[in-house]
């Protein structure tokens, strides 16, 4: 992979929100029943998991609110992740690949799946993130080159029963 600027490792985890409502005001739309199981559940994996420091952004829609509500942590609303928002804007947000630290966008389709295939692959692709699930990057540096690293993806149902509300 291509050296990026800046030095040290970065963690950016990708959150696709959980399953919501239909409906036709796109940024009102709530979570399901089930969404805010999933919400729940990979909440309680992301605070277990989470690295120091993580810094949470979250779209304004409201599922992806609710959906990072769940993790019981303060969150900045962004607007640059919004429902419209493409590759480059999550790159803007987040300050990947140089900016140190650790970053969690709670966001959409397509451009959370757009922005790990770019990371993972170089190049933008149709990949898909599914509802409720995390995707974990990890930029570091070995023997001076950039590398990045998928250190988890994780779906929701894959966590278990899902808690009660």
Same mark, same amino acid.
């Given at each position: ?14 959150? &696709?929100?959980?399953? #919501? ?12 029943? &089930?969404? &805010?199981?999933?919400?729940? #559940? ?19 829609? #409201? ?50 799946? &757009? ?51």
């Amino acid at each position: 992979m291509a050296d990026w600027p800046g030095a040290g490792r970065m963690d950016l985890l990708l959150w &696709r929100h959980a399953e #919501a409502e239909e409906g036709e005001d796109d940024l009102a739309r709530p979570l399901t029943e &089930r969404g &805010r199981r999933q919400a729940k #559940a990979m909440a309680a994996w992301i605070r277990a998991h989470q690295p120091k420091g993580l810094r949470i952004l979250v779209s304004p829609a #409201a599922r992806a609110r609710q959906t990072a509500t769940a993790l019981q942590l303060p969150f900045e609303i962004e607007g640059r992740i919004a429902p419209e928002a493409c590759a480059s804007d999550l790159i803007a947000a987040s300050g990947w690949p140089g900016g140190g630290g650790a970053v969690l966008l709670v966001g959409h389709q397509p451009a959370l799946g &757009r922005l790990a295939a770019l990371v993972l692959a170089g190049f933008e692709a149709g990949w898909s993130i599914r509802k409720g699930a995390l995707w974990w990057l990890s930029r570091r540096i070995r023997g001076g080159d950039a590398q990045c690293v998928l250190r988890a993806v994780i779906a929701p149902d894959g966590l278990g029963p899902y808690p009660e509300l």
